[in-house]
């Protein structure tokens, strides 16, 4: 096969136009250049383009990362065409350090990946920040692999570089939400343990007062029902539970059903009060009791489908 013998001429690859090419749907892709190979006129179709220095020089320069070629005392020996766009090289730039070149340093960046590569030859990558016209612009991920001659002695180092600043900045973002999402759930343990402080404290609460009125109120009005009328004695005793029930809710869920009113009837039908007497201690009239009584009876569901009556006392005895 024919060898190649067009020579690569700088400059042929062009500017981006919009209409030429796209990036993806995301925008994280985008051409930094529109690559064209072009050979020299005088370059025979169907040569050997893999024996050819020209093609080789072509195709580094067409490729969208950046590839750069340093000697071991960081002196930059070539460049590709994304390299000179995103640091603005427009001057003659070989043999300077790549520090100032890049960096518009006086020495080279800390951890360096080439160093590290010259130092230890083997390859390297690292992360770097890159600017442009004094700018920043964004990030840079280098891999730095050693050119080593045939005794095995370090050269060179070829730098490829790759534009990571959409990738980065998505990372960022994405930690961001993960440490927010973190302490939007130690905010959530911290109110759980809160509420399960304040749940013990308040069951510590009912259980106190329970006991307090098992051990102080009951045995007192006990005393009173044995001494005095206990018509009255039932009425408070009636008061005292419904104040002291929304804390210990020790009652049976079937007279929940009953109102304040229905509840101090039913207390006082469990002793065994008339309607007569409860309309008296209560200070109400016989018909209004007769309505509590059929009300209770209609929430307790004492009526039979057959029209059979539970004795309501008895009822109540066993469950008030």
């Known amino acids: 096969m024919k060898k190649v013998s067009g020579a690569y001429k700088e400059g042929q690859n062009s500017a981006i136009k919009s209409n030429q090419v796209e990036g993806d749907q995301f925008g994280s892709d985008k051409w930094v250049f529109n690559p064209v190979i072009r050979l020299d006129p005088n370059t025979e179709s169907g040569g050997d383009l893999l024996n050819s220095k020209n093609v080789l020089l072509a195709a580094l320069n067409s490729i969208q990362d950046g590839v750069s070629i340093l000697d071991t005392d960081l ?5 590709n065409t994304t390299m000179k766009y995103w640091y603005s090289i427009s001057r003659d730039f070989v043999g300077e350090k790549c520090y100032r070149v890049y960096h518009n340093q006086n020495k080279p960046c800390d951890n360096c990946p080439i160093l590290n590569t010259i130092s230890k030859k083997a390859p390297h990558i690292g992360i770097m920040k ?3 016209a004094g700018k920043d612009r964004g990030w840079q991920q280098l891999f730095a692999i050693p050119i080593m001659d045939v005794n095995e002695n370090i050269v060179g180092v070829l730098e490829h570089v790759r534009d990571i600043s959409y990738q980065y900045q998505l990372e960022h973002d994405l930690n961001l939400i993960i440490e927010k999402y973190q302490s939007l759930e130690r905010r959530s343990a911290a109110i759980s343990d809160l509420l399960a402080q304040r749940k013990l404290e308040r069951k510590q609460l009912e259980e106190t007062i329970a006991q307090n009125v098992e051990k102080f109120i009951r045995p007192s009005l006990n005393y009173l029902k044995a001494r005095s009328d206990g018509i009255e004695v039932n009425l408070v005793e009636t008061l005292i539970e419904e104040i002291v029930y929304p804390i210990t809710k020790n009652r049976s869920s079937i007279l929940e059903k ?20 409860i309309a008296k201690t209560l200070v109400v009239s016989n018909k209004t009791v007769d309505f509590h009584r059929a009300n209770i009876r209609k929430k307790l569901d ?4 057959t029209g059979e009556r539970t004795n309501l006392k008895t009822y109540l005895v066993s469950h008030l």
């Open 302 to 305: 004492l009526q039979t489908e």
């Open 258 to 277: 009953l109102t304040t009113r229905e509840l101090q009837v039913a207390s006082l039908i469990k002793e065994g009060k008339t309607s007569g007497e």
């Open 75 to 79: 002196h930059v020996r070539y460049v």
């Open 130 to 132: 890159y600017s442009q």
